[in-house]
């Protein structure tokens, strides 16, 4: 049985500042693109509208949820251990924006079982969109997650 969690030392440090860099930090509650309500480094779970909190819990609050989308993907990954360090971090990161549901769907986790890590990389920049609509937002964090998942690309 593999490790539970690889987000520790500097994996952890990486996944916290490439997350917190793209998803960036309101304190208060608002409505993202979509509308849904949304708060600290883009969480959704059981959040209202007017909702407040300091920085402090939302940098709890996003290395929890880090750890808990990082459990579900290696749920449905073959071999979650054998990915590269900084490719890891990319599908973390993946993975915390799209949810585990749609990512152990993805053509990307299915190309990381098969054993192709570089088609498993590509893969993941395809989730460029919400509400129907290419973000270019999103077209840009993809964009900096595949350079990085690249990295572990022999």
């Not at 996003?62 to 750890?67: E, F, G, R, W």
């Not at 969109?129 to 690309?153: D, T």
């Amino acid at each position: 049985m593999g490790r539970k969690t690889r987000l520790a030392g500097t994996a952890g440090a990486a996944a916290i500042a490439l997350v917190g860099m793209w998803e960036g930090l309101r304190l208060t509650a608002y409505r993202d693109i979509v509308g849904v309500p949304t708060v600290c480094y883009g969480e959704t779970l059981g959040v209202k509208i007017g909702d407040k909190h300091t920085k402090v819990e939302c940098d709890a609050m996003l290395l929890a949820s880090l750890q808990k989308h990082e459990a579900g993907m290696r749920k449905c990954l073959k071999d979650p251990d054998g990915i590269p360090e900084r490719s890891y971090v990319a599908f973390v990161s993946l993975t915390y924006n799209i949810g585990v549901g749609a990512f152990c769907k993805s053509t990307a986790r299915k190309r990381l079982d098969a054993g192709n890590l570089r088609g498993a990389c590509d893969a993941a920049t395809w989730y460029n969109r919400a509400g129907g609509r290419k973000i270019p937002g999103l077209v840009k964090r993809r964009s900096a997650e595949h350079k990085l998942c690249l990295e572990g690309v022999k």
